[in-house]
């Protein structure tokens, strides 16, 4: 197992993004208190945790308030963005959103590492384009 550490660079992300995903695929994760198991937050939470960096609260939808530049930035989803492996990516759908880390991605889709879509399921990655569900924006650690 990897190490937390508040800081990564970028030719760490790939292996440490490998190692956490390894490691919790197939389960349904709680938050940092053991609560809320298989949301879709609690996942992220999880990854912040990995990283040892802060952990922002609220629902999915919520998450972009979390991009106010003291420990994150918050990158507004457009035609010609790309996110990096380890972004959070927030999307707008239902009543609360949406949310997980970005493994992979191009300019038409991203492979996204994620619990509870569908509903009920466990951390796993799945396809999604940036259209449906409609992808907000990401949020990237300073």
């Known amino acids: 197992m990897v190490s937390a550490q508040s800081t990564i660079t970028k030719s760490e992300m790939p292996s440490k993004l490998n190692n956490f995903i390894v490691e919790n695929r197939g389960k349904y994760l709680t938050d940092q208190y053991g609560l809320w198991r298989g949301e879709c937050v609690s996942l992220v939470k999880q990854w912040q945790k990995y990283n040892g960096w802060p ?33 959070i990516v927030i999307f707008a759908t239902g009543k609360y959103g949406h949310i997980g880390v970005v493994y992979a991605a191009d300019v038409k889709t991203m492979n996204v590492f994620q619990q509870n879509d569908p509903i009920g399921s466990p951390a796993k990655q ?9 992808c907000l924006g990401f949020l990237r650690k300073i």
């Open 55 to 87: 952990i922002c609260k609220g629902n999915a939808i919520d998450w972009i308030k979390n991009g106010d530049g003291k420990n994150y930035r918050f990158i507004p989803n457009t035609p010609t963005f790309v996110p990096k492996g380890g972004d």
């Open 126 to 134: 799945k396809i999604y384009n940036y259209v449906k569900p409609h």
